[in-house]
T-cell receptor
Framework: SQTIHQWPATLVQPVGSPLSLECTVE??????LYWYRQAAGRGLQLLFY??????ISSEVPQNLSASRPQDRQFILSSKKLLLSDSGFYLC???????????FGEGSRLTVL | GIQVEQSPPDLILQEGANSTLRCNFS?????LQWFHQNPWGQLINLFY???GTKQNGRLSATTVATERYSLLYISSSQTTDSGVYFC???????????FGTGTRLKVLA
């Protein structure tokens, strides 16, 4: 069966520090991969999605970037964090030919 | 892009009550899901339902694709049903799922 993992689960970082959140999917190949962000008490905002290695689409201009170095690995990065980057970050995948989304456990980022 | 509107935004129920949550889409979608976000933030898949009706225990969902809305029914609610319910939709060609702002449900014992 397919599983998705992301880490770290929680992160407290100072303003101006770098960020790296990692997500991996197991049990499937050629997944579509997604990064969403959820601000406190709000809905989910799509940040990036990828349909293949090295193919990244950005939905929102921001301080973040994404990379997909391997088929089942998706990384969210920042060179210098801002206070407004705080939130709950969720990685998700869907099958190459099926639409259903499955989410990881989430990473809670607090920027101080 | 697609806009997703959920109603009601907040709902308080007594345990055992029934409820209906609604999701409207501004444009046609061919992928549609309902999720429950638990107090720990985990998003749990409830239904993948681009059209038709599905049931899973006390929960059921109906999507009328031609009229661009979906309904989630919760019967005999329990305190463990508390949390935020999201619907999300998208079109397979764009690979994007857009989420509604959610319905925050609190079930009182």
């Amino acid at each position: 069966s397919q599983t998705i993992h992301q880490w770290p689960a929680t992160l407290v970082q100072p303003v101006g520090s770098p960020l790296s959140l990692e997500c991996t999917v197991e049990g499937t190949s050629n997944p579509n991969l997604y990064w969403y962000r959820q601000a406190a008490g709000r809905g989910l905002q799509l940040l990036f999605y990828s349909v293949g290695i090295g193919q990244i689409s950005s939905e929102v201009p921001q301080n973040l970037s994404a990379s997909r170095p391997q088929d089942r690995q998706f990384i969210l990065s920042s060179k210098k964090l801002l206070l407004s980057d705080s939130g709950f970050y969720l990685c998700a995948w869907s099958g190459e030919h099926t639409g259903e989304l499955f989410f990881g456990e989430g990473s809670r980022l607090t920027v101080l | 892009g697609i806009q997703v509107e959920q109603s009601p935004p907040d709902l308080i129920l007594q345990e055992g009550a029934n409820s209906t949550l609604r999701c409207n889409f501004s444009d046609s979608v061919n992928n549609l899901q309902w999720f429950h976000q638990n107090p720990w933030g985990q998003l749990i898949n409830l239904f993948y339902i681009p059209s038709g009706t599905k049931q899973n225990g006390r929960l059921s969902a109906t999507t009328v694709a031609t009229e661009r809305y979906s309904l989630l029914y919760i019967s005999s609610s329990q305190t463990t049903d508390s949390g935020v319910y999201f619907c999300a939709g998208g079109t397979s060609g764009t690979y994007k799922y857009i989420f509604g702002t959610g319905t925050r449900l609190k079930v009182l014992a």
